[in-house]
């Protein structure tokens, strides 16, 4: 994470393409797949392995930094981008800049 001089998360780092994941990184990415049902699988993820409180404190900010650029996501607006569906592209857009604008309000 980075950090301003106020200690307001201001940037998060993935490097998940080392291969190396962290767990909370893992479940607020299904859990962001799998929307409402996410968190069923966080409650039940915890029976078995509680969240540490420094996971508890950063999984929101997670969850609303990924929730935005989902796989699927990501990857319809890459397909729409090569149909040339250029209004399809701003609205889908559109609707990330929504979700991210609304994370931040959080």
Known sequence: MVVDSTEKIIGIFDFNIAGDEAFVNELASLHAYYGERGSDFLQAYETIRPLSNIEKELYPVLLSVIVPFRFDRTNSI????????????????????????KASAT
């Open 78 to 101: 890459i397909a729409l981008m090569k149909e040339n569906e250029e209004e399809a592209v701003k609205k889908k857009l559109e609707e990330t800049l929504t979700l991210l604008t």
